[in-house]
């Protein structure tokens, strides 16, 4: 069964710093694109970040250029998020998510949650 | 990089139909058939319904159905049942690997 499980969320202050990681399970992980989703508090769904599966190319939400980083680690099956100059809008349950043919969202995992807060 | 437009909800009765639209603009779209609709249930993962428009991943049922008609697409939920009550979001591939989602509609079943 293909699994994503995320973790790292946490209470951090505005201006600080997180790094979210996902382990991924049931797939050939180093095969995919990934990607992270996220859903502020009673809003919709938005996309945050993604990268090939070779890391060569790399995308961002103008919401967090320059202020996220994505990479990842195809020997440890772990996709991560590095989160800094965090603001209270960045407060959101954040999905590993991945691709199926690279456009596409086929597998989700649960969500760890991420509230910046003074 | 703003939102696709969906309806904030929709309702029907067990086995009626919900049509639900998702409009943006050329630039949303752009010359991809890159669509996509997620199911979502409170406290868990989006689950896949509908990719490439009007494709089923295995193991949904047909009652879920996608088209597309210049910048709008459609999702349609045929022989409503109970466990249809959830979000709904629309999604498409932009472009420079960039993604957008709709706004959400919740449907509810009467």
């Known amino acids: 069964e293909m699994q994503l499980v995320e973790s790292g969320g946490g209470v951090v202050q505005p201006g600080r710093s997180l790094r979210l990681s996902c382990a991924a399970s049931g797939f050939t992980f180093e095969n995919h694109a990934m990607h992270w989703v996220r859903q502020a508090p009673g809003k919709g769904l938005e996309w945050v970040s993604g990268l090939t599966w070779n890391s060569v190319f790399i995308a961002y939400a103008d919401s967090v250029k320059g202020r996220f980083t994505v990479s990842r680690d195809n020997a440890k099956n772990s996709l991560y998020l590095q989160m800094d100059s965090l603001r209270p809008e960045d407060t959101a349950l954040y999905y590993c998510?991945?691709?199926?043919?690279?456009?596409?969202?086929?597998?989700w995992g649960q969500g760890t949650l991420v509230t910046v807060s003074a | 990089q703003s939102a696709l437009t969906q309806p904030p909800s929709a309702s029907g009765s067990p086995g009626q139909s919900v049509t639900i639209s998702c409009t943006g603009t050329?630039?949303?779209?752009?010359?991809?058939?890159?669509v996509s609709w997620y199911q979502h249930h409170p406290g868990k993962g989006p689950k896949l319904l509908i990719y490439?428009?009007?494709k089923r991943p295995s193991g949904v049922p047909s009652r879920f159905s996608g088209s597309k008609s210049g910048n709008t697409a459609s999702l349609t939920v045929s022989g409503l049942q109970a466990e249809d009550e959830a979000d709904y979001y629309c999604s498409s591939y932009a472009d420079s690997r960039n993604f957008v989602f709709g706004s959400g509609t919740k449907v509810t079943v009467l």
């Open positions: 998510v991945k691709t199926f043919g690279d456009r596409t969202f086929d597998v």
């Open positions: 050329s630039d949303d779209f752009g010359t991809y058939n890159y």
């Open positions: 490439g428009v009007n």
